[in-house]
């Protein structure tokens, strides 16, 4: 008896010892395994599974529970915050209309737990995406969030293009306070939009557009973001648009980075060039940036009418200053505060109205393009056009210009443009030096050939050089009409040498 019982309990422990040597030989040796390659978890799984073999023969069977074998698939399905818009059905392929499919999966991104950090009234998303998959997505009509008050979203990754049918007006991307009436229909926007409430001032903060090409199909607009706080839209490619390709209204500090745009996909030297219109950027508010980004095409490169915008590293080439192009237009009379640095205007310049605090600098200015400095009211107050580049074609074009056609600038205080080295154009300044020598007793310098205000000279500094015996009294006599004159007490043989400048203080 006690033989057999030895046995059994030998058979026992050969059939665990068999198990658990095919459980670590499929686990070194599994088929989606590298060989001599171990998990932590999965080994200490496999011991439990053989430990509970053990045990069965001596205990009743216990089921596993369900809370331990589901618990990690259902966290698993709740951190996933990505949502691909081919799961809901749409076309990568870009053959059928899949507007409601990527709304749909916008819709589901946008009702995920809210934590703090964003502005009051605004919902944190967390950082939910909406992945277009690489694929290439026709929409018949603008992608909107379904209501406001979110925050912290990110759609990336495809391709959009506008139908046929797309509302001339629109835009493929719109971030605006109207989405939930315009998301109702046939997309489940009516009862999300329901849920979410906004008690902010603003629309949206901190959505990211990024890594999209947009095919507007001459049918209105790229991207619109209205009232919104700190979006960015990062390397992206803006074509065939007829409005704008960006348009920023309201809000703050809207970014646009490493991306390009233009209405025709061209590398310069179109034929149908006079034909551009339409406006790649336009800022109709404060504190956004432009950076690295290339404008290849438009009727206007950057429209600004915002306040302490800066556009940084741009290379316009869109339509060209000769064909009626502009490269930036700053339209905002009296209260410019903008800064352009370290860009390139390719053939189309910069115009400004009644500039009030502006700042141009190392920028490069090709092809006879030039800087047009607007009289609305007769304001140009706080500018500064310093330590830039122009080279042109020796047309006799002048690097900064003065339209007076509406009325004369009349208020003009602290404008220095000065430090700038020009080839092939006439350099113009605020600051200018000349000099004259001969024999007599007067001396007159003209400058109006440099400065760029006319009948405008605040403060002149001179020398006089004599080589006569007798040394004359000297005084500055006029300094009308951008002449300066010096007058001496005798006939001289002299050089005068002249220093003047158009600054004016407050």
């Not at 369900?66 to 951190?79: G, L």
């Not at 589901?108 to 934590?115: K, P, Y």
């Not at 329901?194 to 890594?211: F, G, M, R, V, W």
Request: net charge neutral; with cysteine; proline share 2%.
């Amino acid at each position: 008896m006690e033989e057999a019982k030895m046995a059994r309990k030998a058979l026992i422990w050969s059939m665990v010892m068999g198990l658990a040597l095919s459980f670590i030989a499929n686990h070194v040796y599994g088929e989606h395994s590298l060989v001599g390659q171990f998990s932590g978890s999965h080994y200490h799984d496999q011991i439990r599974k053989m430990q509970a073999f053990k045990d069965s023969f001596t205990q009743p069977s216990i089921a596993p529970s369900p809370s331990y074998t589901q618990q990690p698939q259902q966290q698993a399905a709740f951190s996933a915050r990505v949502y691909h818009v081919t799961s809901y059905g749409a076309d990568p392929t870009g053959r059928r209309d899949s507007t409601e499919a990527v709304l749909r999966a916008i819709s589901d991104a946008v009702q995920g737990s809210s934590e703090g950090l964003l502005m009051e009234g605004i919902k944190n998303l967390g950082g939910a995406q909406v992945n277009l998959d690489g694929g290439n997505y026709l929409i018949s009509r603008p992608l909107r969030l379904p209501a406001t008050g979110l925050g912290n979203l990110m759609i990336h990754g495809g391709t959009l293009r506008a139908s046929d049918d797309f509302a001339t007006d629109g835009y493929l991307i719109d971030l605006s306070a109207s989405s939930t009436s315009n998301n109702n229909e046939g997309n489940g926007g009516s009862s999300v939009g329901a849920q979410l409430s906004s008690s902010s001032s603003y629309n949206y903060e901190y959505i990211t557009l990024k890594d999209l090409m947009l095919d507007s199909n001459y049918k209105g607009g790229g991207i619109a973001v209205r009232n919104s706080l700190r979006t960015s839209i990062d390397n992206c490619y803006i074509a065939h648009f007829t409005s704008n390709g960006i348009l920023v209204q309201g809000g703050h500090e809207t970014y646009i980075r490493n991306s390009f745009l233009g209405q025709h996909i061209t590398a310069g030297g179109d034929h149908g060039e006079k034909m551009f219109s339409g406006t790649a950027i336009s800022l109709m508010g404060n504190d956004n940036a432009v950076t690295d980004v290339v404008i290849f095409s438009a009727a206007i490169g950057i429209l600004v009418s915002g306040q302490a915008n800066i556009i940084s590293g741009v290379h316009c080439y869109n339509k060209a200053t000769g064909f009626g192009g502009t490269g930036i237009y700053l339209q905002l009379p009296g209260l410019t505060q903008t800064r352009i640095v370290n860009s390139y205007l390719d053939y189309t310049g910069i115009v400004a109205e009644d500039p009030v605090q502006l700042h141009i600098s190392n920028t490069f200015f090709l092809g006879d393009a030039y800087i047009v400095l607007k009289s609305i009211n007769g304001v140009a107050n706080g500018i500064n056009i310093v330590d830039n580049m122009f080279c042109g074609s020796d047309k006799g074009v002048d690097t900064v210009q003065l339209d007076q056609s509406k009325r004369p600038f009349k208020d003009i205080k602290q404008v220095v443009i000065d430090r700038n080295n020009v080839k092939g154009m006439n350099i113009k300044a605020t600051v200018a030096r000349g000099s004259v020598n001969g024999v007599g007793n007067s001396w007159v310098v003209d400058f109006n050939r440099v400065l760029v205000f006319p009948n405008l000279i605040s403060h002149v500094q001179y020398s006089l050089s004599s080589t006569s015996s007798q040394f004359p009294n000297h005084a500055l006599r006029n300094v009308s009409n951008n002449r300066v004159q010096i007058q001496t007490s005798l006939n001289v043989s002299a050089s005068v040498f002249v220093t003047v400048d158009q600054w004016v203080a407050n």
